[in-house]
């Protein structure tokens, strides 16, 4: 189950992050330019989004065959912790939004996880910023908290075990696929977050 070495330079999860690179910068444009960590109303709008897309992940994060591959997923799912920050901050959950993921190939769902734990890292960074809306790990932003063990580790743990799949070249192919659909879709539901508080202006 382990990558030859001849690919170490190379690894699954280094490719991942070359890929959505692109709509990894355009994501991070538009998170900026909804100025998240100007108000506590901006910063729910934030959240809407990012509970809808953890929503719609949550059954990859309980899916026994994904289970068997990281024991540890169901922990890693964040929804409950989006579910309660909407709560604290006085906003109603939103109702799903049309075009979420379906049942993916194992392939996608890899891809899909990647993004997911990956923004973990991100939020080391949001999170400190959050505390000049008086939010912190227990109140508003627990989505954005240090998962057990720490995020570095975390992160470490989910890469060594996606590197040393043994995957197909079409297995492989999907994963990079649902990688950047991962991407995609939660710029779509960032949009429609701040469009449905626009609409509410």
């Given at each position: 189950?382990?990558a030859?070495?001849?690919?170490?330079?190379?690894?699954?999860?280094?490719?991942?992050?070359?890929?959505?690179?692109?709509?990894?910068?355009?994501l991070?444009?538009?998170?900026?330019?909804?100025?998240?960590?100007?108000?506590?109303?901006?910063?729910?709008r934030?959240?809407?989004?990012?509970?809808?897309?953890?929503?719609?992940?949550?059954?990859?994060?309980?899916?026994?065959?994904?289970?068997?591959?990281?024991?540890?997923?169901?922990?890693?799912?964040r929804?409950?912790?989006?579910?309660?920050?909407?709560?604290d901050?006085?906003?109603?959950?939103?109702?799903?939004?049309?075009?979420?993921?379906?049942?993916?190939?194992?392939?996608?769902?890899?891809?899909?996880?990647?993004?997911?734990?990956?923004?973990k890292?991100?939020?080391?960074?949001?999170?400190?910023?959050?505390?000049?809306?008086?939010?912190s790990?227990?109140?508003?932003?627990?989505?954005?908290?240090?998962?057990?063990?720490?995020?570095?580790?975390?992160?470490?743990?989910?890469?060594?075990?996606?590197?040393?799949?043994?995957l197909?070249?079409?297995?492989?192919?999907?994963?990079?696929?649902?990688a950047?659909?991962?991407?995609?879709?939660f710029?779509?539901?960032?949009?429609?977050?701040?469009?449905?508080?626009?609409a509410?202006?």
């Open positions: 189950m382990t030859p070495s001849t690919e170490r330079a190379n690894l699954r999860s280094q490719r991942l992050n070359q890929v959505t690179h692109a709509p990894h910068t355009e991070d444009a538009l998170v900026k330019s909804h100025k998240p960590f100007d108000s506590r109303e901006s910063f729910a934030f959240v809407v989004a990012q509970y809808l897309f953890q929503s719609e992940l949550q059954a990859l994060y309980t899916d026994p065959q994904l289970i068997a591959i990281v024991p540890d997923l169901a922990e890693r799912c929804a409950e912790q989006a579910r309660l920050d909407l709560a901050l006085d906003t109603e959950v939103p109702a799903p939004f049309a075009g979420a993921l379906g049942k993916p190939s194992l392939g996608e769902a890899l891809g899909w996880i990647f993004v997911s734990e990956g923004s890292l991100g939020a080391a960074f949001l999170i400190k910023r959050a505390v000049a809306l008086e939010l790990e227990t109140f508003g932003a627990r989505h954005l908290g240090e998962p057990a063990g720490g995020r570095a580790e975390g992160w470490k743990q989910f890469t060594r075990i996606l590197d040393s799949l043994d197909s070249p079409e297995e492989d192919a999907a994963a990079e696929r649902g950047v659909a991962a991407f995609e879709r710029t779509e539901l960032l949009k429609h977050a701040y469009a449905a508080d626009a509410l202006a």
